[in-house]
């Protein structure tokens, strides 16, 4: 079990990272939409012949987030009759859709939907652990060196506006690293883990703490937890890896939620 803890724990820094951006956007499906982009390149390179896991469908797949990202960066407007996310929800069922398409023509593409869905986090091997970490610490520092000009985009789009930003610009350059990130772990750990490590741990950090620092501390130390749990329960009780942490993430949320309540009405 160390390698599917040890992918998870370097999944949780990056996508927890991510997630508070995405939050702060208000486009909480981008990720899944992104992901699902991802899988649809991946889906693309199997019908080809290649297999999950390898360098030809990461390509595939980030070739095809690249698409995402432009179409993505190009529905935020200042006009509200429609919102982003309702275009984001387009992107996501087209691509769903388009998916399943294309893996109906594959050989055993039920198991490859699955796959994708919901990952094999339980048989990834550790040069799959250090690639990912590399890629990650390349991509965390890249994101260190410009996290002013991407938190004012994300927090106050008009005043960046205003100060000659260019929306349309960052915005692809943001999607585009989310959907490396999410390209690569897709892959590992599906679709449903993928959404769930960049927002479940970061509406908990959020409800707690309105400091950035202690959100993300309290997001690392959750996602930690969390991952430890679902894998474990997934371990001793013979269940799939990706899907047991996910619904331990849901617990945690829920368990912090009556907490707070129960704290609020003895106060």
């Given amino acids: 079990m160390a390698p599917p803890v040890t992918i998870a724990l370097v999944l949780v820094g990056m996508h927890g990272y991510l997630?508070?951006?995405v939050v702060k956007r208000g486009v909480i499906f981008v990720d899944i939409a992104l992901a699902q982009v991802a899988?649809?390149?991946v889906a693309v390179s199997l019908f080809f012949g290649?297999?999950?896991g390898t360098d030809t469908a990461f390509t595939a797949g980030l070739v095809s987030t690249l698409l995402g990202a432009l179409l993505l960066s190009g529905t935020r407007t200042r006009d509200e009759k429609v919102p982003q996310?309702?275009?984001?929800?387009i992107v996501y069922v087209v691509f769903s859709a388009a998916m399943i398409l294309v893996l109906t023509q594959v050989p055993h593409g039920g198991e490859e939907i699955r796959h994708l869905l919901v990952g094999a986090i339980l048989w990834v091997t550790w040069p799959v652990v250090l690639k990912t970490a590399i890629l990650y610490a390349a991509l965390g520092a890249l994101l260190?060196?410009?996290h002013s000009r991407l938190h004012r985009i994300s927090v106050n789009p008009e005043q960046a506006r205003q100060d000659g930003m260019s929306l349309a610009r960052w915005d692809f350059f943001f999607y585009l690293v989310l959907g490396t990130v999410v390209t690569s772990s897709v892959q590992i750990a599906g679709v449903l883990l993928v959404f769930t490590l960049l927002i479940v741990p970061t509406v908990m950090g959020i409800r707690l703490f309105t400091q950035e620092r202690k959100q993300f501390l309290y997001?690392?130390?959750t996602g930690t937890g969390a991952v430890v749990v679902g894998a474990t329960a997934s371990y001793v009780l013979d269940l799939p890896t990706g899907a047991a942490i996910v619904c331990t993430f849901g617990i945690f949320l829920a368990i912090q939620i009556i907490g707070e309540r129960l704290l609020r009405s003895c106060s």
């Fill in 19 to 21: 997630g508070s951006h």
């Fill in 39 to 41: 899988a649809f390149g």
């Fill in 50 to 52: 290649a297999e999950i």
């Fill in 85 to 89: 996310e309702a275009y984001i929800g």
């Fill in 144 to 146: 260190f060196f410009l």
């Fill in 219 to 221: 997001v690392l130390g």
